[in-house]
C-alpha cells in the first residue's frame, strides 16, 4: 500500500470543498483526475514520486470503502474525518446527531480488542 499517497489523497479533498464535492459526485473520475495531475504536486513548482495508488487503493477511494482504507492502513483520523464531512449531513437528516460516526464505529466494531493496522510508511 502507497499509504502516503492515500493519506495524502484524504487529507487534500477533505481540506478542499471544491475536491470534496467533486469527490463525492463523481469519485471515479475525481480518482483519476486527483492520481494523474493533483497528486503529484507537492506545491506549484516541485513533484513527490509517489505518484500512483495500488488498484485496491483506487477501488476504495472510488467506492469510499472506509472499513478497506482503514484495513490497508489509511490514518484512521484521516479517514473520518473525510467521510464525516462526505456523509454526516445526510445520516443526521436520518439519524440523528453522529450517525455517521456511529455506523463508522460499527462497521470497524471486529477490530476491538485488536491492534489496528499500522499507519507507519
Known sequence: MSKYYVNKF????????EYLQRYKEDPRTFVA???QSIG????????TTVTS???AEREALIAHDYVALF???????LSLT??????????MHRSGPLAFQR?????????NGKDYPTVAL
Open 53 to 55: 495508488l495500488t488498484d
Open 71 to 77: 484495513e490497508m492502513g489509511a490514518h484512521f483520523f
Open 33 to 35: 483526475t486527483w492520481e
Open 103 to 111: 455506523e463508522f464505529a460499527t462497521k470497524l466494531q471486529h477490530w
Open 40 to 47: 503529484p504536486r507537492l506545491n506549484e513548482v516541485e513533484r
Open 10 to 17: 484524504l487529507y487534500t479533498v477533505d481540506g478542499n470543498p
Open 82 to 91: 473525510i467521510f464525516i464531512a462526505l456523509y454526516d449531513e445526510e445520516y
